[in-house]
């Protein structure tokens, strides 16, 4: 499927780095409850992430990532998610986040 570049200028996804790591027990797979600060005009946003099969909660403190903050809040499980934190499957279906080569603000937007 094609698209045009207006379709894709809809979803904004914005860098943000992690400023805390949650355990999340309830979840019905592994997964941490995490928040993101996106910078002075976003803010902090929040998001449950299947990420523990990779990721220790030490090494994802202070990580940027990618993730789009314009979807609408989704319920998951107790915990209410507002943003989708970007990555890939890998070989086994763990998710690899998205890497952001160097530093850069956060809120930037990805073009």
């Known amino acids: 499927m094609t698209i ?3 379709d894709f200028a809809k ?3 914005r860098v943000g780095t992690i400023v805390a790591v949650d355990p999340y027990p309830e979840a019905r797979r592994p997964a941490y409850k995490l928040t993101v600060d ?5 803010g902090r946003k929040r998001s449950s992430a ?3 099969a990779l990721y220790t909660p030490e090494a994802l403190l202070g990580r940027q990532v ?3 903050v314009n979807f609408p809040p989704k319920q998951i499980g107790k915990f209410m998610s507002e943003i989708l934190v970007l990555g890939f499957p890998d070989a086994d279906g763990n998710v690899v ?3 952001i080569e160097r530093p850069v603000p956060n809120g930037g937007r990805l073009y």
């Not at 996106?38 to 976003?42: Q, Y």
């Open 50 to 52: 299947q990420l523990v």
């Open 97 to 99: 986040l998205a890497a």
């Open 11 to 13: 979803v904004d996804i």
């Open 4 to 6: 045009s570049y207006d």
């Open 66 to 68: 990618a993730a789009v």
């Open 38 to 42: 996106f910078g002075p005009e976003i």
